[in-house]
């Protein structure tokens, strides 16, 4: 079986951060509820978060780790008597591209998710019964106003940096557009200002795979357990968009998983053990209203037309804009959409399309390219131009 | 790199540029130009390059790039943009060179354009005596391996100039070593021009 978290340097295990523990700020407590962009109020609201690295005396080397769809706050090292490193443990710790001997680096479960973060299967204190559909519909913005508590909480001023990529680069985005003067430099990595009807449609298609299932018992399925068929190809869409073609011809080519054709409908090829074994873990680890919730979140994104920057505004925000070539669920032409809308602005950016042939998943594999540009974009912004060496003139 | 063995192309073009100026290089390759400039002068700069790996080299110098090639990376600048607008060996690789050049005026205050000149004397030898595509210090290229698209002289861009309204204030000739200052058509190798928008052309 193909493991995803596999990286082309395998420098995992020597440079990790070791063990970790998740924390939790509640905020919004009763009788001063969140009122989220729809309109409802709700409250406590908590947030699962972990820190990694130390936050220095003037509080100005914080980053905030954003993470995309079905991800949760360990985003790097291990948890005590567990084996899986953070999904981002490639990236983050100490001498990697998020360089935890030098800066803290948070990251939090958004607001709606199922990972310790207040969402549809956590209890209505009111009831006792888990929210379901009680839980208010939330949006990208709702998940980065939630953050924003948690760094208050955390008592940072100003973040260094927001990064993450997917609906991890919607909610640096998201940072930019509501919080401007708290973000000193922004990396939003394969993403979108906006999500596209294409996506759109992989969304809709995702939700009724999962609302179709009797299971699911219109959002009320806590007692009896997740609708699992409707989860697991609900998943199995998701990771055929991960994917590409090229990088699904190498992992799986035709290869039969026995010799010769079952003339039945069992799984005959690789690739459909591979996304039926996907799906079926996936039930195990992600709740099926938090999916609901969290790609309608992220089919409301739109911070076209100007809405990333508000008019008359000018902002000291430094980008770092990365897409991948063969990423054709948010593919290159979008993050240039955000490049238009920064060179509308004169925002200082950079902007690298690398080449992987891992479609979407290439944020979580491709790692020293991005470890390259990350790592000196974010020296700079931290030291300014101290940059040493002798080019010349 | 040996500050004697750098370009003269780029001491020319680091001289003109004042110091916070707000700069836009197109095809900046690995920054060489663009990286003096903000350790020495401070500019606000900002990069366009196509190439990845250099890319990689430039944000290692804390420069700023967009990966994007030329011809396409101008029309999302608003007007004035930029107090100059870099062009140096890389106009010769642009199909749409009047589009460029229009362009760059319109988001620049002011362009400075860097080509080598097809006119050069040795060029003209290699072509007359040999019968041969010149090749020279300035255009290394075999035939079948340029990017260059464009090949121009001294003269037809000075003509170039005339004709479309745009005005050259000030213009140097680069010699194999040091600069030229007879009969630059034939003498010179690469040209530096500082163009702007003629007073009755700003919109």
Known sequence: ?????????????????????TQYYTFAEPGREYKFESGDKLGPITLAYETYGKLNKDKSNAILALHALSGDAHAAGIHRGQDDPGWWDNMIGPGKAFDTSRYFVICSNV?????????????????????????????????????????????????????GASVGGMQVLQWVASYPERVR?????????????????????????????????????????????????????????????????????RRLKNDKFSFGFDADFEVEGYLRYRGANFVKRFDANSYLYITKAIDYFDLSGGK????????????????????WLYPSHQSQEIVRALKRRHVDATYCELTSSYGHDAFLIEVDEQTTLIKHFLDKTFNGYLVTGNYGI | MESNSINLDHRIIYSIIEPDARVLDLGCGEGELLYPLVRDKRIRAQGIELNDKAIQECVK???????????????????????????????????????VIQETLRIGN??????????????????????????????????????????????????????????????????EKELVHLWPNLLAMNAIFVLTKRKNQAT
């Open chain 1, 1 to 21: 079986m193909i493991i995803m978290k596999k990286t082309k340097n395998e420098k995992i295990n020597n440079e990790s951060i070791g063990v970790v523990e």
């Open chain 1, 308 to 327: 990333l920057i508000s008019h008359g505004k000018n902002i000291d925000t430094r980008f770092l804009i990365i897409s991948f070539k063969s990423d």
């Open chain 1, 111 to 163: 607001v709606g998710g199922c990972k310790g973060s207040t969402g549809p299967s956590s209890l209505n204190p009111a009831t006792g019964k888990p929210y379901a559909l009680d839980f208010p519909f939330i949006t990208v913005a709702d998940m980065v106003h939630a953050q924003r508590h948690l760094i208050d909480f955390l008592g940072i001023d100003k973040l260094l940096c927001v990064a």
């Open chain 2, 110 to 175: 002011k362009v400075i354009v860097g080509f080598p000149n097809f006119a050069y004397i040795k060029s003209r030898l290699m072509l007359f005596f040999k019968g041969k595509s010149p090749i020279t210090g300035s255009l290394p290229y075999l035939w079948f391996d340029t990017p260059n698209v464009r090949f121009l002289s001294i003269t037809d861009f000075k003509n170039f100039c005339v004709e479309k309204n745009i005005r050259i204030v000030e213009a140097h000739y680069l010699g």
């Open chain 2, 61 to 99: 110098k804390g420069l700023s790039v967009f990966q994007d090639d030329i011809e396409n990376s101008l029309r999302e600048y608003p007007d004035n943009s930029f107090d100059y607008v870099i062009l140096n060996q890389s106009m010769q690789e642009v199909k749409k060179v009047d589009c």
């Open chain 1, 185 to 253: 430099s922004a990396i939003p990595i394969a993403t979108a200002l906006k999500h596209s009807p294409q996506q759109i449609a992989f969304n809709e298609v995702v939700r009724q795979s999962i609302m179709s299932d009797p299971a699911w018992r219109e959002g009320n399925y806590y007692e009896y357990g997740q609708p699992e068929k409707g989860l697991s190809v609900a998943r199995m869409i998701g990771h055929i968009t991960f994917m590409s073609d090229q990088s699904m011809e190498e992992k799986f080519s």
